[in-house]
């Protein structure tokens, strides 16, 4: 017997509710979908980072938008711990993007007669401080990480 009536044993013996229940690949498959959002966010965050009203207004709007995709691909799952895994997926998803965005700089530095570039070296670390040091990537992320743990708490 339980709080609301007989429940068979099978069901008695489940703990929590099955919205909570994600597997491993679920977990990968919320993983992948945020990071690539992730990265397409924060091309846009860096794009139109010159206009944070515009940042402000999209940013909130990625967060739940990519919450509703994660529920669609896990068939309805949600969950604190999937939070936790699309967060990290979304800044990882950044991160790497941003150093992208400075990787590709520094190919197109490379075609620069030698005589006129920097050392390789310390242009590597500028460009990836400088990528990731955008304080527009970082809004854009809490922003829309809010969002994220709005849906899927």
Not at 2 to 29: D, F, L
Not at 86 to 94: D, K, N, P
Not at 117 to 125: F, R, Y
């Amino acid at each position: 017997m339980g709080p609301t009536g007989a429940r068979c044993p099978e069901c008695a013996s489940n703990r929590t509710s099955h919205i909570y229940q994600v597997t491993p690949v679920q977990y990968a498959t919320a993983f992948l979908a945020a990071l690539v959002l992730g990265g397409i966010g924060a091309v846009l965050a860096r794009a139109v980072g010159g206009m944070s009203l515009w940042l402000l207004l999209y940013a909130p709007v990625i967060g739940p938008f990519l919450g509703k995709i994660v529920t669609t691909l896990t068939r309805g799952k949600r969950g604190p711990k999937l939070a936790t895994v699309v967060s990290a997926g979304m800044i990882c998803g950044a991160v790497l993007s941003a150093a992208s965005v400075g990787l590709i700089a520094l190919a197109a530095l490379s075609r620069v007669p030698a005589a006129k570039a920097p050392p390789v070296g310390s242009m590597v670390g500028v460009l990836l401080l400088t990528s990731l040091a955008d304080p527009f990537l970082w809004l854009y992320l809490v922003l829309a990480i809010a969002g994220v743990w709005w849906w899927l708490k």
